[in-house]
């Protein structure tokens, strides 16, 4: 027998019932669609966050008060920066082109009936520049703004729409806190992170304005800067981690209570946390292939004892035990490779439906469709081993007289 | 070199039932020549069954031997066996035994599939075998579709499509109404003529009066083994008959 004749036989065999071939294949269906559309989810995840790297600008440095911890977790609430140390950092780090002291705080922003509750953050004059963050209408305030701590605001796209609707944003009042800010610009769109926060729900006021009108504190929640250029990333972090080791009076060899993080290392975190997620789903997916092979195998049992009768006439006429070996074995194989191709398919047509659906990123990539279709076709291998021995070796008498 | 084409030696069968040991054949010694017709008889029981199962290279003796076209077969492997069937022997079943959900044609081809016939000369051999038969239109027909007598005429080309040495029928028309076995009959005395070796087991006398040759096994025994000098001829027989009424 060649393997045309392996495969035609297959294929024939499964034409004759074609719901148990369907409802058979479908555990595998599931798993490879699963594996494709998860893998699918996480490279897109990937890609999205290299994009939001560039996007943000790989220049940005974020000081966080706080000891850095493994995971990427971090104690809050700790009070040890200040804005003394930012205007240290703004004098004495010449790699550091831009600063912009960092407050943060959620709040209701309410303008007439309309209220949105909303992200309100502080920064300096240079935040745009620090953030890469360009306005769509109106402008940005100024450093003599930040001093007197004006009540201005630079609002996302989101809270425009939500409070403004078709109104026009520039001069009109909205209250935070009970404060009212005047709206002096608008920034351009930016749609979310990776992380799914939304970067168009934000209120940006003078940092000073942040803390004393609004939060009522004296510490910063963090200091964002950015470096000259991206080589020079290294030094930045450098000089600023000698300057405030030295400024919170840190003992050599003691444990810095702030910590500066760069955007490659906040998207290299990110990454990290994705390929986990990843990973996990996709092993769970495999686990549900291998259980659909489980499933494969008893129906290929079922199989060979309801045509018990059929093998002894092929053997009878002169089937050599391996030719119905491989006449099962070859229709397991093509049952699942089968699934494997039609779960592949399904896989990618999902992963193209998630951005529609609910716009996360997905990106297809060759290697797991070709991964979970060979493990499909492996699953068939493994799993039909047993049932074709079973069939092989029968007794061609006693399988004649099978009724 | 003789002309046998079947030569078996005290050819015993012993089954092991763990507390008994039940003797099937016990020592048969017999031969068949080329282009015999030979009927084989008796009761059940009688140990024809598992005679023609050794015949056929389906089972094996528990001793003795047994030479097939001068080839000792008793001690072969199963896949020689196998070979052997698929080659020099030739089944045909009193259930017929068709693959269903194939059709005719795909039905005779299929010992060519084993016997690794190019794909296109097997359409072309079981096209001739079935027209050999008598069923040269009805290639495309699966078995459901028909008669009794057309599938056995199927199970006989497909028998044939080998060129086998020895064509094996076990109560080739048990199944069959008395005007299609004659059909039947007719159509294996036709091969017979053209020379083919031809053993059949029948319990109807009736039946075996149409072979040349009529052995008889009793108790595991060959207890008589004689010519047949007056062959009954199933072509004069069924001119004799009335036409049928029905013909599915």
């Not at chain 1, 004059?125 to 930040?146: A, H, K, M, N, T």
């Not at chain 2, 001829?233 to 009424?245: E, G, S, V």
Request: some cysteine.
């Amino acid at each position: 027998m060649t393997l045309a004749d392996v495969l035609g036989t297959a294929l024939w065999s499964l034409s004759r019932s074609r719901t148990r071939t369907g409802l058979t294949m479908l555990g595998i269906i599931i798993g490879v669609a699963a594996v494709v559309s998860v893998v699918s989810l996480g490279q897109g995840a990937i890609a999205n966050t290299e994009a939001d790297i560039s996007a943000m600008g790989i220049n940005l440095i974020t000081v966080s008060p706080g000891a850095k911890m493994s995971g990427g977790f971090r104690t809050t609430g700790v009070t040890t920066l200040v804005p003394d140390d930012a205007l240290a950092i703004r004098s004495e780090c010449p790699a550091v082109a831009n600063v912009s002291e960092g407050v943060k705080t959620t709040a209701q922003a309410i303008y007439q009936q309309k209220n949105a509750s909303t992200t309100v953050e502080g920064g300096s004059d240079e935040y745009p520049l620090v953030r890469g963050w360009r306005l769509s209408s109106g402008g940005f305030f100024g450093p003599e703004q930040v001093r007197q701590a004006a009540k201005v605001c630079v609002i996302g796209e989101l809270i425009r729409e939500k409070l403004f609707g078709s109104d026009e944003p520039i001069g009109r009042i909205l209250r935070v806190n009970r404060v009212p800010l005047e709206v002096i610009g608008v920034f351009a769109p930016k749609g979310q992170t990776s992380s799914g926060q939304d970067q168009d729900d934000v209120v940006v006021v003078p940092w000073t304005t942040g803390l004393r009108r609004i939060i009522g504190a004296k510490h910063l929640n963090s200091v964002l800067l950015s470096a000259r250029s991206a080589e020079q990333v290294p030094k930045a972090v450098e000089q600023v981690t000698s300057l405030l080791e030295r400024r919170h009076r840190i003992p050599p060899g003691g444990e810095n209570d702030f910590s500066c993080q760069t955007q490659r290392e906040v998207a290299e975190a990110q990454e990290a946390a994705t390929l986990l997620m990843m990973t996990l789903v996709s092993v769970v997916a495999l686990i549900a292939l291998f259980v659909g092979g489980v499933g494969v195998m008893n129906i290929m049992l079922v199989s060979v004892l309801e045509r018990t009768r059929e093998i002894g006439i092929r053997m009878a006429i002169g089937a050599r035990s391996r030719a119905v070996m491989w006449q099962f074995l070859g229709e397991t194989v093509v049952l699942t490779s089968l699934g494997g191709l039609i779960g592949a398919a399904l896989g990618i047509g999902v992963a193209h439906l998630i951005p529609v659906a609910i716009g996360w990123p997905t990106r297809v990539t060759a290697a797991p469709v070709v991964v979970s279709f060979l493990f499909s076709a492996a699953v068939g291998l493994f799993f039909g081993l047993y049932p074709a021995y079973q069939a092989s070796k029968m007794d061609p008498i006693e399988a004649l007289r099978y009724e | 070199m003789t002309n046998d084409v079947v030569r078996v030696e005290e050819l015993r069968k012993v089954y092991d039932l763990g507390e008994v040991q039940v003797e099937a054949l016990c020592g048969v010694t017999l031969s068949i020549r080329r282009g015999e017709f030979v009927a084989v008889m008796g009761a059940s029981g009688s140990g024809k069954s598992t005679f023609m199962n050794i015949l056929g290279c389906l089972d094996r003796p528990t001793s003795g031997r047994y030479l097939l076209e001068a080839k000792d077969v008793s001690t072969m492997a199963r896949d020689e066996l196998a070979s052997i069937r698929n080659t020099r022997i030739g089944f045909v079943f009193q259930g017929f035994n068709l693959l269903h959900r194939m059709s005719a044609v795909q039905n005779v081809e299929l010992p060519m599939l084993y016997g690794d016939v190019p794909k296109t000369e097997r359409r072309k051999r079981a096209v001739e075998s079935l027209t050999a038969v008598g069923l040269g239109e009805r290639q495309g027909h699966h078995p459901n579709q028909l008669s009794g007598g057309q599938q056995q005429r199927v199970a006989i080309a497909r028998a044939l499509v080998n060129r086998p040495a020895i064509l094996l029928a076990d109560e080739p028309t048990g199944n069959l109404d008395s005007r299609t076995s004659v059909e039947i009959l007719e159509l294996f005395q036709r091969l017979h003529r053209d020379g083919a070796t031809i053993v059949m087991v029948t319990h109807e006398p009736d039946i075996a009066e149409y072979c040349s040759r009529q052995i008889h096994f009793r108790d595991g025994e060959l207890v008589d083994d004689r010519s047949n000098p007056r062959v009954r001829d199933a072509a004069a027989d069924l001119a004799a008959m009335p036409p049928p009424h029905r013909r599915a």
